[in-house]
Structures are given as C-alpha cells and as structure tokens.
C-alpha cells in the first residue's frame, strides 16, 4: 500500500502523524510512505530522517494526499483539505465527526473511508488510540487552569497550591476517566482541594482507593456539580461518550454561581464540549470570557507538547496502521473488530452509531458493507 504523511496544518498544531521509527515498520512490511516536506518539523523530526527510514520525500501536500491510498494524519481535515478527499481513499486519524456537520457531509460526499483513532476500541473496553492524548491533555488541564488563573491573565489571582496560612485552591473535576484521573494527579501534585464526580460508582471507589483523603469524590448529579462549581477556582471537563457528542453538564445559568475569574478548562471540546458556553478555541487565542468566568477551550491542547504527543500517539497507532497496510481496509476490518469499531464513514455512509445519532443521520450496518 502506498501511505501518505501531511504536515498538520490545523491553528498551532506542531504533531505529526507517523515518526520516521514508524516510516521504517511500514517499509519494512513492503509499503511505499510518501511524506509532504517539512511534515515533522513542528515534532522535531526533520526530512533527513524520513528519508533514512526509506520515506519518498514530496514537496507539496497535494502530492501525498493524491498519491496515496492510505493517509495518517493526527487531526481531522479542515476545510481547506476538504478537495483532497476521494472515494478510493482511507483516512486515518482523528475524526470526532459527532460535533463536526460539515467535515461528516463531505467525508460522505467523497466516498472516503474515514477510520477515527478516538473509536477503535480494546478488548478491556478501551479507546487505545485515544488514551495517550487523553493522559496528556488531562496533565495539562490542571497547568492551563492554573496559569488562567493568575491575575495577569484574567483570573482570580489564586495559587493552586496556595500558601503558608493561606487556604489552596479548589479543583473540581467532571469525570473521572483517563482525562480526570490525570488531571486529577496534577491537581492533587500540585498541593490543590479536589473533588472529582461521576457517575459510575465503581470508578468512584476506585478514585478513592487510589487518592484517598486527598481527594473528595461525588456522585455526578446536577445538585453536586453546581455545587462543586460554586466552590472551584478551575473546573476541569473530562466526560467523553465514545464517538457521540459530550453531555451538556453546566449550562450558562450555572456560570451565576461561579466565582468571577475562576477557569473552567473544557478538554471534551473535540467532541462538543461539555459546558453549554463552550465554542472551540486556539493556542493562538486559547481563552474567553463569559459571565465573569474564564473559559479555556483549545482543541488539540496536545498540539502545545508535540514532541511527546506525537511519539505517544504514532505508539498507539501504528499497529492498526499496519494491518490496514498489509490486508486492505475491508480484510482488516473483517478479521479484527476493534479496528471496526474506529470505521465511522465508508462508501458514502455513516457507519458508527454515536455519530449517527449525534447528527441524525441514518446509520449504515458495517459488517454488511465490508461483506
């Protein structure tokens, strides 16, 4: 199979979809990898090692895109790629169509079979290609949360860790999965008040067992996260629902009983976000502010640590990679259903059902397309 490898191109995204180690494992299994010039830079991986690893080094985006039958990105299209879409092609990277309209009607236009990272599941019930990006950007919730809520930049002036004979700061955490749990370290390292909610009580047993006393958890009820809310300097978003578009947990009315200058840090705005006043944002102009309340809700929050995210990332994802690359999507995805389970659009159709239902869309059977 011929693979393509673009230069992200998204506001401030500096990661890349396949290291040059990667390269090396789909040469090595007879693949040919076209890589655009400069693809790897903003990872630190220059063209010379590409090239090393046995990568066809092309000068224009264009020529990856057309000359390949399997694109690996990390981020999902934007508009400005939208052409480059086609029938005969794979797409594999994340997707998070459930709160993307446009990039899902022209993935269906297209014909493209777009295989998203964030739904490929494990046979623990996992999201393994998800996760890595999880963990990382559930660490850097906490630190962006703390840093808005410095005075200088339109917080509350409120050190997490606070000080001696000074009460610390307050971090509420919505969900405790891969994302709270990370950030739930941080916040609990950096010496804050935690409390973290959810709503499965096993997960919150578990949270106790590992945090104890250093953590206060809750069950996830409106009562408990308005009144979590009320007491926080930074609140943390971290609900996912695989492939659907995240619940809806504090609405604006809500912002009222916050405190003015306290952060609320969305990192489920991939997937629509969980507050009612989240609109995505950039690295480039990361905050807004609504109501009194400083909201942080930058898309590929990764993207900042690229280095780190792209070879956590590249390790997740490149074993799936190379079984498309060795017996073509629709083999693949017959033989191993956790990779099924990552095809959310194919031959013009949507096939995975929590992105179906978040646009209301009809929802096509998979096994009987790949048959």
Same mark, same amino acid.
């Given at each position: 199979?011929?693979?393509?490898?673009? $230069? #992200?191109? *998204?506001?401030?995204?500096?990661?890349?979809?396949?290291?040059?180690?990667?390269?090396?494992? =789909?040469?090595?299994?007879?693949?040919?990898?076209? %890589? #655009?010039?400069?693809?790897?830079?903003?990872?630190?991986?220059?063209?010379?090692?590409?090239?090393?690893? !046995?990568?066809?080094?092309? *000068?224009?985006?264009? #020529?990856?895109?057309?000359?390949?039958?399997?694109?690996?990105? %990390? *981020?999902?299209?934007?508009?400005?790629? =939208?052409?480059?879409?086609?029938?005969?092609? /794979?797409?594999?990277?994340?997707?998070?169509?459930?709160?993307?309209?446009?990039?899902?009607?022209?993935?269906?236009?297209?014909?493209?079979?777009?295989?998203?990272? #964030?739904?490929?599941?494990?046979?623990?019930?996992?999201?393994?290609?998800?996760?890595?990006?999880?963990?990382?950007?559930?660490?850097?919730?906490?630190?962006? !949360?703390?840093? =808005?809520?410095? $005075?200088?930049? !339109?917080?509350?002036?409120?050190?997490?860790?606070?000080?001696?004979?000074?009460?610390?700061?307050?971090? @509420?955490?919505?969900?405790?999965?891969?994302?709270?749990?990370?950030?739930? $370290?941080?916040?609990?390292?950096?010496?804050?008040?935690?409390?973290?909610?959810?709503?499965?009580?096993?997960?919150?047993?578990?949270?106790?067992?590992?945090?104890?006393?250093?953590?206060? @958890?809750?069950?996830?009820?409106?009562?408990?996260?308005?009144?979590?809310?009320?007491?926080?300097?930074? %609140?943390?978003?971290?609900?996912?629902?695989?492939?659907?578009?995240?619940?809806?947990?504090?609405?604006?009315?809500?912002?009222?009983?916050?405190?003015?200058?306290?952060?609320?840090?969305?990192?489920?705005?991939?997937?629509?976000?969980?507050?009612?006043?989240?609109?995505?944002? @950039?690295?480039?102009?990361?905050?807004?502010?609504?109501?009194?309340?400083?909201? =942080?809700?930058?898309?590929?929050?990764?993207?900042?640590?690229?280095?780190?995210? @792209?070879?956590?990332?590249?390790?997740?994802?490149?074993?799936?990679?190379?079984?498309?690359?060795? *017996?073509?999507?629709?083999?693949?995805?017959?033989?191993?259903?956790?990779?099924?389970?990552?095809?959310?659009?194919?031959?013009?159709?949507?096939?995975?059902?929590?992105?179906?239902?978040?646009?209301?869309?009809?929802?096509?059977? /998979?096994?009987?397309?790949?048959?």
């Amino acid at each position: 199979m011929i693979i393509g490898l673009v $230069k #992200e191109i *998204k506001n401030h995204e500096y990661r890349v979809g396949l290291t040059p180690s990667c390269v090396a494992a =789909y040469r090595a299994a007879g693949h040919r990898v076209l %890589v #655009e010039s400069g693809a790897g830079e903003g990872a630190g991986f220059e063209d010379c090692e590409y090239r090393e690893a !046995g990568a066809e080094i092309v *000068k224009a985006a264009a #020529e990856a895109w057309n000359g390949a039958e399997m694109v690996v990105k %990390v *981020k999902e299209p934007i508009a400005s790629e =939208y052409g480059y879409l086609r029938k005969d092609l /794979i797409l594999y990277t994340y997707l998070h169509l459930a709160a993307d309209r446009p990039l899902t009607e022209a993935l269906l236009g297209a014909g493209t079979s777009g295989v998203a990272y #964030e739904t490929i599941s494990d046979a623990q019930g996992g999201l393994p290609c998800l996760a890595p990006m999880s963990l990382i950007a559930g660490r850097m919730a906490v630190a962006e !949360g703390a840093k =808005y809520l410095q $005075k200088t930049y !339109g917080g509350r002036g409120v050190l997490l860790a606070g000080a001696p004979g000074v009460e610390r700061g307050r971090v @509420t955490i919505i969900g405790g999965g891969a994302v709270g749990t990370e950030a739930c $370290k941080i916040a609990v390292g950096l010496g804050a008040e935690v409390c973290i909610l959810d709503v499965r009580a096993a997960r919150l047993a578990w949270i106790d067992d590992i945090f104890g006393s250093r953590v206060q @958890t809750l069950h996830s009820t409106p009562a408990n996260i308005r009144k979590s809310i009320a007491e926080a300097d930074v %609140v943390v978003g971290a609900v996912l629902i695989p492939g659907k578009k995240a619940p809806k947990l504090v609405a604006r009315s809500d912002l009222a009983c916050m405190k003015k200058g306290s952060v609320l840090v969305d990192v489920a705005v991939d997937q629509g976000g969980c507050f009612e006043t989240t609109r995505a944002t @950039t690295h480039q102009d990361p905050v807004f502010v609504v109501d009194g309340v400083v909201h =942080y809700c930058v898309a590929n929050m990764p993207g900042a640590v690229a280095r780190t995210s @792209t070879l956590a990332l590249t390790g997740a994802t490149l074993s799936f990679g190379l079984l498309i690359a060795e *017996k073509g999507l629709a083999a693949a995805a017959r033989e191993n259903e956790h990779l099924r389970r990552g095809i959310n659009v194919h031959r013009g159709a949507c096939t995975f059902e929590g992105v179906a239902e978040s646009l209301g869309l009809p929802c096509a059977d /998979i096994e009987k397309l790949l048959a």
